[in-house]
């Protein structure tokens, strides 16, 4: 009886520290906890609540001796070995919070709970496969386990596997509760822009909308300017710029203070550029929040692009007095500064173009990374980054390192390594994933990337050379597209190419289309080549009709993915005419006469009234607000001069 009676007692005082603990009384309750543990040290149950309460008041040692207790009591206890592992990770013991998930999983491979922790610190260690196994196994098991569904999907949100993102916030959707699937769908939405299935993320903003707006939930009304401004993005990247006004328009109204959706206003206005009303939005948002870092960002950006990087660089560092920290504005400043021609002050955050990359890194190499000081090793490996343009622009630096090391290996993209091989003969090129085998790395002094050679090779203006030609098309190729294009008749021969691959609302105004180029295609006695890759056919066959001319097109050389041959053609030309993308530059890059006619402003001019990369390109840039009129005009006036040139040499040599 006396026993009955003390149990009574011991299992009362258990459920008086749960009801303390429950009351926000952790401390009380944890004191009592311990009291019964005097009496019965053993107690499994008490002491994973005394490890419990000792947790949430983030006395992490007291924790873990008792889980560690009730381990010794059951090594195999799931719920104190889970709890260590949460406290393993809270104090960064990594190795032991995975080494304890590791034996409770042994122990219950269908502890869900487990699973997705194991997934969260996979995720953040970098194994990424393992990461998004660990969670699909948990949803598996707990078809409405709603962090185990987040924690996936930004794990493929983050890495850019947007089109697998989508199916996670799908199937999220249709099993947790009905009262946590709005979140979901709010991600579904920016998923599906992301994807470019503009259609089903303009339905599912537009239900959402409606629901939110025929809520009656304070949490639902806070959220509906978000959603209304997320719409108007997509209808932005839908073409649709006049939908996507009335979309920020209402945004704004919803929340007057919110500076977002008068910068989108101020977007949506430099991508139809107007100026003034550009302008007019960012003093609206700037008389709301004068200090906000996000605003004088994206001012910056406007008024370098629309040629003022002088006006732009004091919202740079207003930028970043707010967010010292930002690799995104710190890049920024540094292009603002390229803009500027200050070389110094552009180069100090040069490195942080890896930070801002959707794709690629350093490579994880055992090798010393190359800044430039005099070498002590005799092999360097030189490896790309980012685009076909981008690696053109560093290429014109590899002249300048050829004698200083007694090897060069360097990685490019396949496409570029014929071109890049026969013009620097004493460079190691490599493409492809298995460019470098372990006797390579071994044998490997110093690394570099490519875009690295900048401040090492250029550090001022001055340190520009005058090469007018630094690619090596094949020669052969070169004189068969002369012969083939000497059968033409007329003075000159010009290759064209008009636009890029992406046309979304806010890089249409990049290029100037076919339909811009009358004064030039009123020039008679032109042979025009098209150097435009992608499907062309419609816009030549429109061309033709419109203007009366004939465009030259060799179909068997793939401009995208045959550069090589591409590049041939363009040397085989008297001018290329080529715009803000690869083709200008490899036409400049392999000596060919070129005017790249770009809109905006491009901060790799220097601030000079030229490309100092590229001493055979004329740059003619289209002001914003203006037509593509003018410069097609100006581009028009040097052909013009350059016929008549090419009439004057041939009467003489006739």
Known sequence: MNNHMSHARQTNLIQRAISLSAQGKDKNALELIQTHLGKQPRDLRALILAANFAARLENWPLAEHYFMEALTVNRSDVEAL???SKVFKLTNRIDAAVATLTNLLQVNPGHSAALNEMGVIMAEQGHLEPALQAFETACKLDASFEMAYRNWYQVLNANARHQEAVQVAKCAIEHIAPGNRLNFKVNLISSLWLTRAFGEARELAENIISELEHSAKPEHRELLPKIVTDYGVILMDMDEPDAAKVQFEKA????????????????LAVYQEDLCDAIGWFDK?????????ILHYHLAGFLRNAGRPDLALEHGYAALAGSPDNAQMRYALSETHFALGQLREAYKNWELRWQLKDSGSKPNLPVAEWTGTPSTGRSLLVYREQGIGDEIFFASCLPDILNRFERIVCVCQAKLKPLFARSFPKIEFRSGADALTEADIADLDWQIAIGGLLPIVRPNLESFPLHHQFLLPDPKKVDIFREQLALKHGSLVIGIAWRGRLLTLSRRALYPYLEFWQALFDIPNIIWVNLQHGEVTEELKKAEQQFGISIVNFENVDHFDDIDTSAALMKACDLVIGTDGSS??????????????????DYFNLGADHNPFFPSMTSIGRKFGESWMEPVRQAADIVRALALEAAYRKIGQG
């Open 82 to 84: 889970y709890g260590l």
């Open 252 to 267: 704004n109204a919803l929340a007057p203070k919110n500076i977002e959706p008068y910068v989108n206003l101020a977007k």
């Open 285 to 293: 948002a700037l008389a709301i929040d004068p200090e906000n870092s």
């Open 584 to 601: 200008a530059l490899i036409a400049a890059a392999v000596g060919a006469p070129t005017i790249r006619l770009f809109s905006g402003y």
